[in-house]
Structure formats: C-alpha cells, structure tokens
C-alpha cells in the first residue's frame, strides 16, 4: 500500500470510503482509467499530481497520472504535456496527438497536416493514388505526377456515364477527364 501524504486529508476523492482504495494502486489499465476519472473531479488533483510527480512516486495513480504518464512527463527528450483536464497529451505533429485529437473530437490543424503527410507518403509508396492526389489539393500543393496519373487511370476506368464532375452545384459531361488546373 502506498503512504498518503498529509495535503490528502479526507477531502481528495481517493480518500473517501464509498471507493475502493485499492482501485488507485492498481496497475490494471482499466483500474488506472477509472482512477484518472475519478481524480478530474477532485479538487486536489493538481496538487496530487504535482506531489508525485515531484516525489518520485513510481507506482499509483496519483492526480490523475499514472505511473506511465508520469514517466513520459519526467522525461527530457519528450514534449508530452498536461491538459486542463489533467490528461497527457502527445505533442501536436505526433501520430498519437492525431489520434487523441479525433478521439475527443478536437481540430488540430498541425495534427490534421502531419497526419495528411504521412498518408501522402503512404501514397507515393504504392506509386500514386487518388487519394493522395486529393491529399494534395488538400495541402495546397501540386499534384505530383504518380497521384495525379492514379487519379487519371482511376477516371479512365470509369463507365462513360460515370464521368460527370460537380462544377457548383451542376454536373459537367467531360470525356477527356477532370479538368487540369495550370499551376500559375
């Protein structure tokens, strides 16, 4: 069992008796979650936090933080950071700040153009594919020449019928394939 500090004085939600004690020395990752949920709504969370964070504390969720974030925060090569809801966040760019962006429904426009790049290059290693020719329409960029003859074989392989583009809210008939923007 790990020893409370004196600042935890029966008023951290930790401390009261309908939780299981328990539940906050746990290093199940379900167990870990619920603890965090649990120490958003505590006024001392900060505090808490700061305590383990400052102390050392190598096991426990403490203010939110388990032992994990708490390693990733004290390390020096990583920029991970605390929200004002006390979760760790990933620095934007990152992958996983991506992910936990769409995860709680945030727009992140460095997140949202790291992530469209690494799709991009995704893209070229299959050598060009519509959807990296719209990746790069999305960047503002040209269209390389892998993507934009993916995205051509694409329309030439659809039904004559098929070949209509949206042009403001009317359809345009075009048997030569979408029209090309010259780069000016």
């Known amino acids: 069992m790990i020893e409370l500090p004196a600042f935890l004085d029966g008023t951290a939600i930790c401390a009261r008796t309908e939780h299981d004690p328990d539940l906050w020395h746990s290093a199940l990752p379900t167990d870990e979650a619920t603890a965090a949920a649990h120490c958003r709504a505590c006024p001392l ?3 808490c936090a700061d305590y383990a964070l400052n102390n050392g504390e190598q096991r426990g969720t403490w203010g939110g933080l388990t032992a994990r974030d708490r390693r990733r925060l004290l390390r020096p090569d990583d920029q ?8 760790v966040r990933r620095p934007c760019g990152t992958d996983a700040a991506y992910w936990a962006h769409r995860r709680l429904d945030e727009a992140c ?12 290059e995704t893209a070229h290693a ?3 594919t519509v959807n990296g020719a719209k990746l790069h329409r ?7 020449d892998a993507c934009l003859g ?4 694409a329309w030439a392989a659809r039904p004559a019928e098929q070949r209509t583009r949206k042009t403001r809210g009317r359809a345009q008939q075009t048997e030569a394939g979408p029209a090309l923007a010259l780069a000016s």
């Open 45 to 47: 969370r900060q505090a």
């Open 80 to 87: 991970s950071w605390v929200d004002g809801q006390g979760r």
């Open 109 to 120: 426009e460095v997140c949202e153009t790291a992530r469209a790049r690494k799709v991009l």
């Open 126 to 128: 299959k050598g060009g």
């Open 138 to 144: 999305r960047l503002g960029e040209a269209v390389c």
């Open 150 to 153: 993916a995205e051509r074989r």
